[in-house]
């Protein structure tokens, strides 16, 4: 896997989860990275087999798998750096 770029390449390629795209995706397009995204965990693990990416930013309340699911079987098999997102309050 790639280091992160400060500079996007024809490489670079970020991937996350459909909730934290909305924010997300127009800005990274707009710096030149490639964007894969996913509506649940089982689909990501399979966006990310299909097309591996320099960085995922994963969100924590994804339906069928969550977020720390996805990345834990990431890390089964790759050390690519996981940035990960949640809207979800701790209730205090």
Not at 39 to 66: C, H, K, N, W, Y
């Amino acid at each position: 896997m790639a280091s992160y770029h400060s500079k996007p390449s024809a490489s670079s390629s970020w991937t996350m989860s459909l909730a934290t795209c909305a924010f997300w995706r127009p800005n990274l397009k707009t710096e030149g990275y490639a964007v894969s995204t996913a509506t649940d965990g089982i689909q990501a693990l399979e966006v990310f087999s299909a097309q591996p990416a320099d960085l995922i930013l994963l969100d924590i309340m994804m339906p069928r798998l969550d977020g720390f699911g996805v990345c834990q079987r990431i890390r089964e098999f790759s050390n690519v750096p996981i940035m990960i997102l949640t809207a979800k309050g701790d209730g205090a």
